[in-house]
């Protein structure tokens, strides 16, 4: 049986960049930084540049070809100067590089087969006093350059490794995953991957950890880990509570039985759509699909209105009595799609609805008066102590609440409004899977799921 010390060994040697990666790099990000700096002073700004990320402190994967550079102007010029001259200056260093938008613009291209970033920020002095989020990132590599070794290195890259193999890794709003930042804290702060994974093992969410013991009032998420360098930041605020369960889990199962395999992401085939077909009518529950044209906003702004939207949307099918067993939401750049099922696709025509005790005379009064004229409602009558009601339900089927204007009072995010509002298509059940061409992953990952 294999041992965790040898199959990290073995992990290790194939993660780790080999000397002509290594040199390659550090060549290509020598040549930027010197345009860049030259940049700088044809624009006359007294600033610098400085790598950051990853490749800058030695603990990227082996093929993972990021050059982050960013360029730092004093803090007198104004957020538009900054980002005017910013972008001059990396379309200068980048030539065929193009312009994308994180808290501020910024020029990405491609030089000499690695991807480049090239990002203005401010020279602040501490992270603390930062006039935008990228300001804080120069101090990030500064903090960590200072106080990893190689053996961290190895460890910082067998994790990073593991976390992509299982699926949480990445920072971005899609994903909800661990940052690369997040990730070396963590082999810092427990002194090891495999020590990482045995903690890991045991945590009992919320859990909060803080490197430089700065003493700030926890955070309200699963896992806050104390930037150190800034103490009102948690570092892992972005990390979702089932991508934390989901390191836990498979923290336990490396553990238990130590295997190269886990190290991989998982590539499991696509069911087809009758097999998916199959699946969900082997469940004997309504499964309904919203359909509808993907809003033209980036990731970042598309998945938390998707997320927020299904929310909303499930808790006006419980209002109105359509208990949900599991819903799902996925999209690409053409097509989104909520995914319920619920229980049910129909309720009774009546519900009950109690009103106060008899005893609290002036609500039970009042709730009597309201409804004793009433000739819809079946009674008001006593049950127990209370006055009671069976009023006619508006809805009676999940169908005429997903299609209906009732479907726009549930909270929904402002582009999936509007996007539904254009127009969306309902599939039930089996034509659901008609939905495999385009979906097929997504659709087999919910019939047949896997932590």
Not at 212 to 218: R, S
Not at 300 to 320: F, M, N, T, V
Not at 357 to 373: K, L, S
Request: with cysteine; glycine share 6%; hydrophobic share 40%.
């Amino acid at each position: 049986m294999p041992t965790f010390e040898g199959v990290a060994e073995t992990v290790a040697e194939r993660v780790t960049p080999e000397a002509d990666e290594r040199e390659r790099l550090a060549a290509a990000a020598a040549t930027l930084t010197d345009r860049a700096k030259a940049a700088l002073a044809d624009h006359d700004v007294d600033g610098d540049v400085l790598q950051v990320g990853s490749t800058a402190r030695g603990t990227w994967l082996a093929g993972d070809r990021d050059i982050d550079l960013f360029v730092r102007f004093p803090t007198d010029y104004d957020r538009a100067d900054l980002e005017r001259i910013g972008l001059a200056i990396g379309h200068t260093v980048l030539p065929d590089g193009h312009e994308e938008y994180a808290e501020h613009p910024y020029v990405t291209g491609e030089y000499e087969g690695f991807d480049v970033d090239l990002v203005p920020c401010y020279a602040v002095e501490r992270a603390t006093d930062i006039r935008s989020a990228v300001d804080r990132t120069p101090f990030h590599t500064e903090y960590l350059t200072e106080r990893l070794d190689d053996t961290d290195r190895t460890d910082i890259r067998l994790f990073k490794r593991f976390l992509k193999g299982i699926g949480v890794y990445g920072s971005d709003l899609r994903t909800r995953g661990f940052s690369g930042y997040l990730a070396e804290l963590l082999v810092l702060e427990y002194g090891g991957f495999e020590p990482l994974l045995a903690a890991a093992a045991d945590w009992h969410p919320p859990l909060t950890l803080d490197p430089e013991d700065h003493g700030v009032t926890t955070f309200d998420d699963p896992l806050t880990v104390i930037d150190p360098t800034d103490p009102e930041r948690n570092v892992a605020a972005v990390l979702s509570a089932a991508n934390l369960a989901r390191l836990q889990h498979y923290a336990r199962d490396l553990l238990a039985d130590p295997r190269e395999g886990v190290f991989d992401p998982a590539d499991r085939p696509p069911l087809d759509s009758d097999e998916i077909a199959a699946k969900l009518d082997s469940r004997e529950t309504t499964a309904v699909a919203l359909v509808f044209d993907t809003p033209d906003i980036v990731d970042d702004q598309l998945y938390p209105q998707l997320r927020k939207s299904l929310s909303g949307i499930e808790a006006g099918l419980e209002s109105h009595g359509f208990d949900t067993v599991r819903n799902a939401t996925f999209a690409d750049d053409e097509r989104a799609v909520f995914l319920f099922e619920v229980t049910t696709a129909t309720t009774p025509a009546v519900e009950r609805h109690a009103g106060p005790p008899v005893g609290v005379r002036e609500h039970a009064e009042g709730f009597f008066e309201t409804y004793a004229t009433d000739e819809a409602v079946y009674g008001p009558f006593i049950q127990g102590d209370r006055y009671v009601v069976e009023r006619p339900r508006e809805i009676t089927t999940a169908e005429a609440f997903l299609d209906s204007d009732r479907l726009f009072e549930v909270g929904l995010g402002a582009r999936i409004e509007t996007a539904l509002d254009a127009g969306y298509e309902l599939r039930w059940d089996e034509d659901i899977a008609s939905l495999a061409d385009r979906f097929g992953v997504e659709l087999t990952e919910y019939v047949d799921p896997e932590p």
